[in-house]
């Protein structure tokens, strides 16, 4: 009968920092389609029709065609920028289900979450060494503010240090083991 390894703290500081992560883009996800799908359903060209006429009882001899088409454009933004937020929106409500998917396979010591962690915690690394670097650029070229860039450049640092304190803790022996990515040693590590 295999032996029970009992849950590192790291992991379980892990799992809850990855809960709270999913909830909150899951209530993001689930806004952004809320939002979304309010902006494609309002009749923007109604309720303009229904400001003309207003005005046209008040001044009956100015029909602006101009209005008009104003109000086909504000329409079709608005149903464009509707449909970005379902899309962004079913994205993030997806990604944030995910969080919570692998938040529980985290606590469980499955292998898989295991190697998901290490993926995304890889890719997030690579994410902020590269936002890192357009961000300075960007602030370099058109930005004179100095304490903005270097407040950037110090946020994007502390992002890519936690971020490689998970992956240096993730591969540590008792965690792998804990996963059932190696045997566990005979020392207790924490």
Same mark, same amino acid.
């Given at each position: 009968?295999?032996?029970?390894?009992? *849950?590192?703290?790291?992991?379980?500081?892990?799992?809850?920092?990855?809960?709270?992560?999913?909830?909150?883009l899951?209530?993001?996800?689930?806004?952004?389609?809320?939002?979304?799908?309010?902006?494609?359903?309002v009749?923007?060209?109604?309720?303009?029709?229904?400001?003309?006429?207003?005005?046209?009882?008040?001044?009956?001899?100015?029909?602006?065609?101009?209005e008009?088409?104003?109000?086909?454009?504000?329409?079709?933004l608005?149903?464009?920028?509707?449909? #970005?937020?379902?899309a962004?929106?079913?994205?993030?409500?997806? #990604?944030? #289900?995910?969080?919570?998917? #692998?938040?529980?396979?985290?606590?469980?010591?499955?292998?898989?979450a295991?190697i998901?962690?290490?993926?995304?915690?890889?890719?997030?690394?690579?994410?902020?060494?590269?936002?890192?670097?357009?961000?300075?650029?960007?602030?370099?070229?058109?930005?004179?503010?100095?304490n903005?860039?270097?407040?950037?450049?110090?946020?994007?640092?502390?992002?890519?240090?936690?971020?490689?304190?998970?992956?240096?803790?993730?591969?540590r022996?008792?965690?792998?083991?804990?996963?059932?990515?190696?045997?566990?040693?005979?020392?207790?590590? *924490?």
């Amino acid at each position: 009968m295999a032996e029970q390894i009992k *849950r590192p703290i790291g992991v379980t500081i892990i799992a809850i920092l990855t809960i709270i992560g999913g909830i909150i883009l899951t209530f993001g996800g689930i806004s952004l389609l809320a939002f979304g799908t309010f902006f494609t359903s309002v009749p923007i060209d109604v309720l303009i029709a229904e400001q003309m006429q207003l005005q046209q009882q008040q001044q009956p001899q100015q029909q602006d065609q101009q209005e008009l088409q104003s109000a086909a454009e504000l329409q079709a933004l608005a149903q464009f920028l509707g449909g #970005v937020g379902i899309a962004i929106g079913a994205i993030v409500l997806a #990604v944030g #289900v995910g969080y919570l998917v #692998v938040s529980y396979g985290l606590l469980k010591g499955k292998g898989w979450a295991w190697i998901i962690t290490v993926i995304l915690t890889i890719i997030a690394i690579a994410v902020q060494i590269v936002s890192g670097i357009t961000a300075s650029m960007f602030n370099a070229s058109f930005i004179d503010d100095t304490n903005s860039f270097v407040t950037g450049i110090i946020a994007q640092i502390v992002g890519i240090a936690i971020n490689g304190v998970i992956l240096y803790y993730l591969y540590r022996p008792n965690v792998k083991a804990f996963f059932g990515k190696s045997q566990p040693s005979t020392t207790i590590q *924490r």
